[in-house]
């Protein structure tokens, strides 16, 4: 079974929105800092959004102010709500669970016109 499953990616052209889903099935979720990770094609992953257990976030510069990061710690479920998304957001986006270091499988996000 795996830890952490990401949802919502898909295709969508500059300006316009996605959010990001990650659900957990360990009963540690609401105990651990959770980040996004954002791995572009040729690049290597890199951390764009972090949230600690009780929902204080810290963002790349890249993002910051068009990307949000919540969690609903009762449905074990960490979102990423991304606003006026951009060609040079495109990437696979994964979640990272800090406590246990667990990763996602990721979900595709393409920003394209």
């Known amino acids: 079974q795996e830890h952490l499953v990401e949802s919502g990616g898909g295709l969508v052209r500059p300006g316009e929105s996605l959010r990001l889903s990650c659900v957990a099935s360990?009963?540690?979720?609401?105990?651990?800092?959770m980040g996004w990770y954002r791995q572009a094609p040729g690049n290597e992953r890199e951390l764009i959004a972090q949230i600690t257990s009780d929902g204080i976030t810290l963002y790349a510069d890249s993002v910051e102010g068009r990307f949000t990061a919540s969690r609903d710690n009762a449905k074990n479920t960490l979102y990423l709500q991304m606003n006026n998304l951009q060609p040079e957001d495109t990437g696979v986006y994964y979640c990272?669970?800090?406590?246990?270091?667990?990763w996602g499988r990721g979900t595709q996000v393409t920003v394209s016109s």
């Open positions: 360990g009963s540690d979720f609401s105990i651990s800092a």
């Open positions: 990272k669970q800090y406590f246990g270091g667990f």
